[in-house]
């Protein structure tokens, strides 16, 4: 299945952040999502053959990395009180563009951000 | 206007009883469609597709009506265990995920 590290984190504003998300295996497109408490998931971004491939209402200080062994980062930097958040990444095995056929994204666990 | 807007909750329901969950989305070229389940602190699962033609898992049925933009879910013979966050989900483009804020159920004895 997705596993992301780590469970749980506690930062300050104005501090960077790496989470990590191990994809299920065979799975070549990963995608980030942020839950604020009460919110349903906001997409982040989607890596697609570790190139960024679509990306969502967020600020350049939300960016990431796909690495060729299933494995991904979401990295954040000058945190802000609102970037307090459940942080999901998904993997599936359809991408490479606006017109790609639609298949099931498989969630990670989360990391969980505080902000303080 | 949110691109996907579901019934606000929290719903409260007895054990045994029918609940309807109802959701609209505001782009008509969207094209896949789904209702996902979240329990506490956890992440969402699928829970099903939704199909023009409506389909049926058991005790949950999805409906789409392509023409008003709603999708619908009903749960029949509610068990404790169906208390969680049922969210509304509509595909956008690069195979992302657009998802409503969600609706809690709790089923009570």
């Known amino acids: 299945g997705v596993t992301q590290s780590p469970t749980h984190l506690i930062k300050t504003r104005g501090q960077q952040v790496t989470l990590r998300c191990s994809s299920q295996?065979?799975?070549?497109?990963v995608s980030w999502y942020q839950q604020a408490l009460g919110q349903g998931p906001q997409f982040i971004f989607q890596y697609y053959r570790e190139e960024e491939n679509g990306r969502g209402n967020f600020p350049p200080r939300f960016s990431g990395l796909q690495f060729p062994n299933d494995s991904s980062e979401l990295n954040v930097n000058a945190l802000e009180l609102d970037d307090s958040a459940l942080y999901l990444c998904?993997?599936?095995?359809?991408?490479?563009?606006?017109?790609?056929?639609?298949?099931?994204?498989?969630f990670g666990p989360g990391t969980r951000l505080t902000v303080l | 206007r949110k691109e996907v807007e579901q019934d606000p909750g929290p719903f409260n329901v007895p054990e045994g009883a029918t609940v309807a969950f109802n959701c609209t989305y505001s782009?008509?070229?969207?094209?896949?469609f789904f209702w996902y389940r979240q329990d506490c602190r956890k992440e969402p699962k699928l829970l099903m597709s939704?199909?023009?033609s409506g389909n049926e898992d058991g005790r949950f049925t999805a409906q789409l009506n392509r023409a008003s933009q709603y999708i619908s879910l009903l749960i029949r013979d509610s068990k404790l265990s169906d208390s969680a966050t049922y969210l509304c989900?509509?595909?956008?483009?690069?195979?992302?995920?657009?998802f409503g804020a969600g609706t809690r159920l709790a089923v009570h004895p």
């Open positions: 939704v199909y023009s």
């Open positions: 782009n008509s070229a969207s094209q896949s």
């Open positions: 295996s065979g799975h070549n497109t």
């Open positions: 998904a993997s599936s095995t359809a991408g490479g563009g606006l017109q790609a056929g639609f298949d099931e994204q498989f």
């Open positions: 989900v509509v595909s956008g483009g690069y195979n992302k995920l657009i």
